[in-house]
């Protein structure tokens, strides 16, 4: 795949990234995200992966009043979001629609995660937010035990923090530059740490 001369304006800014380039952004624009859950947090991660070109689709629900204000309109909700999320992206960003070649999934909890990954969990322990990222290579129970802990949260500016987080995560784990497994909380002032993983049976307290 080549970018065409509009791409080449539309990413110049990751392209100029070093860790990124061209053939990264190659790689964006083949990904796909399959939306999981539900939240306004879910609903900024959205609006991030398909300005970076990433193929964003949604499973066959409502359009919830939380997740309006980025991709989606107030007139939207209660509306089939498949539908709803198609209309918008055709305005905002074209290549964000269409048929990836992998596809990985982003949830705000509750929500269901398959396939190989990338698989990225939002979701919030009281008043933090909580993001946990895996990989192809990374564990699959140690990611749920982990992403099980934290719930669905409301919206508002940690939301709109958290679902950017949330998008990175997953363009890192797209594009190889991240560890396989991993987590980060957000707290109510903005600050990053990273989250210790609830490891499964057989990885123990060290394992990956
Ligand atoms: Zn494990």
């Known amino acids: 795949m080549t970018l065409s001369e509009d791409q080449v304006v539309r990413y110049s800014r990751h392209i100029l990234l070093s860790a990124l380039g061209g053939k990264g952004q190659?790689?964006?624009?083949?990904?796909g995200v399959t939306l999981t859950g539900q939240g306004a947090a879910q609903a900024v991660a959205a609006a991030y992966l398909a300005a970076s070109g990433l193929k964003v689709s949604a499973k066959g629900r409502p359009v919830a009043p939380e997740e309006t204000g980025f991709l989606l309109a107030a007139d939207d909700v209660g509306r089939p979001l498949e539908a709803m999320m198609r209309a918008a992206l055709l305005d905002a960003n074209p290549d964000a629609l269409g048929q990836p070649s992998e596809v990985g999934a982003l949830g705000e909890l509750p929500a269901g995660f398959s396939g190989t990954g990338p698989w990225v969990a939002l979701g919030w322990s009281g008043n933090r937010g909580g993001l946990v990222y895996r990989g192809r290579?990374?564990?699959?129970?140690?990611?749920?035990?982990?992403?099980?802990?934290?719930s669905n949260g409301p919206a508002g500016a940690s939301a709109?923090?958290?679902?950017?987080?949330?998008?990175?995560?997953?363009?890192?784990?797209?594009?190889?530059?991240?560890?396989?497994?991993?987590?980060?909380?957000?707290?109510?002032?903005?600050e990053v740490?990273?989250?210790?993983?609830?490891?499964?049976?057989?990885?123990?307290?060290t394992g990956r």
């Open 26 to 31: 190659e790689r964006l624009l083949a990904t």
């Open 137 to 150: 290579d990374g564990c699959a129970a140690c990611f749920e035990r982990t992403a099980g802990a934290l």
């Open 160 to 190: 709109v923090l958290l679902g950017a987080l949330g998008a990175l995560a997953f363009e890192r784990l797209a594009l190889g530059l991240s560890q396989p497994l991993g987590g980060l909380w957000l707290s109510e002032t903005g």
């Open 193 to 205: 740490e990273p989250m210790d993983l609830d490891r499964c049976a057989s990885h123990g307290q």
